[in-house]
């Protein structure tokens, strides 16, 4: 008698998750391809280094002002609801965006502003997603993989609005990227149901979100220090990294978008390896606090190392290496303070994204900002860079002393 392979089964849940991972790319998609198309508006409509950086820093305005309460939809709605309408709508104001550029530099504001708050409710609506469909041994790989979407969206995008615009224009990259959008909102609404998992917890009832207890955690407040330190490193590569490549080592602007990419498929294997080692660790008996620290500490520390070592280089090639150093090392917070909030309160953990993604949204408006002003007054990305490394070590050890993997509110 002869046996059968049997493949693992394919629950439900790992479609759900593929789908909010297929979400986060298209956002990273429609967020990111302005940083390449940034370098032709910029000659077109004479900008400087500094309003560069103003466009590119408009869009986490209005991502900063919806977040807080794009957690508290998800929470009170649902995430297929809140994700799918989001979706939506920050696919219009992406096919929006060339017609506003050409109209004036307000009008090109406000659309970034609009893209952005529509894009904040991807990652808390996830977070509420997983919750409601995923196991709890399971949710540190599940956070990893949706987030890490966004870096699957960079390396996709970078290369590819390159050769879009060099093809066919700076527009065209915003109406193709936007209508992928209105195509996975048409498949989500039709494949996802709005209820929840047989594998995961019975759905609670609903309870008014306990506002002053979280804001009084030192653990919520560890899971928002770090996610502003993350964030720092990650938002300054992602809108910089481009412009680091072409005006440090004069290369084209479609290597510029190939070379910019390797980062993010370094944050992306880093991101998904690192997260079923600590989901193992877990379940091994390590404590979660142990988990978390680790993996959010080393992130920050290998970070900023290879931040400072970046102004040494003198090549193309070494210049890539670091950064995929850094891009790889900053990936391990996907399993420190992303998942924290399962641990820390799990049936708010989607209003704690919301909380510490709008302390994680002001390095997009500053530090992006930041680093375009450090660039005119220097001359050089090494300020940028040190400052960043610096906020990364602050970060490491608040995290350090404050953080936690214990459930404090029921």
Known sequence: MTSQRRWPPWHHWYTVVLLCTAAVFISYLDRTNISVAAIQMKEQFGWTETVKGYVLSSFFVGYLAMMAASGALANRFGGKIVLGLAVLWWSAFTMLTPPAALISLPALIIARIALGAGEAAVFPA??????????????????????????????????????????????????????????????????????????????????????????????????LVAHFCSNWSLYVLLAWLPTYFTTTFGVSL??????????????????????YFADRMIRRGRSV???????????????????????????????????????????????GFAPNGFDIAPRYADVIWGISNTGGTVPGVL???????????????????????????IGAAFYLVYGSGEKKID
């Open 367 to 393: 530090g992006v900002a930041i680093t375009g002003w450090l660039i005119d007054k220097t001359g050089s990305f090494t300020a940028p860079f040190v400052l960043t490394a610096v906020i990364s070590v």
């Open 254 to 275: 479609t290597d510029a978008g190939l070379m910019s990419a390797a980062p993010w498929l370094s944050y992306f294997v880093g991101a998904n390896v690192t997260a």
């Open 289 to 335: 606090t142990f988990v978390r620290k680790l993996t959010q500490v080393t992130a920050l520390l290998a970070c900023s190392a290879f931040l400072l070592a970046l102004p040494l280089a003198t090549s193309p090639t070494i210049g890539v290496l670091l950064m995929c150093g850094a891009g790889g090392s900053i990936s391990l917070c996907l399993s």
């Open 126 to 223: 996830s977070i509420n997603v997983v919750g409601r469909w995923v196991p709890a041994a399971h949710r540190s790989q599940a956070v990893a993989l949706f987030t890490s979407g966004l870096s699957i969206g960079t390396m996709v995008a970078l290369p590819i609005t390159g050769w879009l615009i060099r093809s066919y224009g700076w527009p065209m990259p915003f109406y193709a990227f936007g209508a992928i959008g209105i195509v996975w909102a048409a498949w989500w609404f039709w494949g996802v149901g709005s209820g929840r998992s047989a594998d995961t917890e019975a759905a609670p009832e609903h309870r008014a979100i306990p506002w002053a207890r979280l804001f009084a955690l030192p653990a919520v407040w560890a899971v």
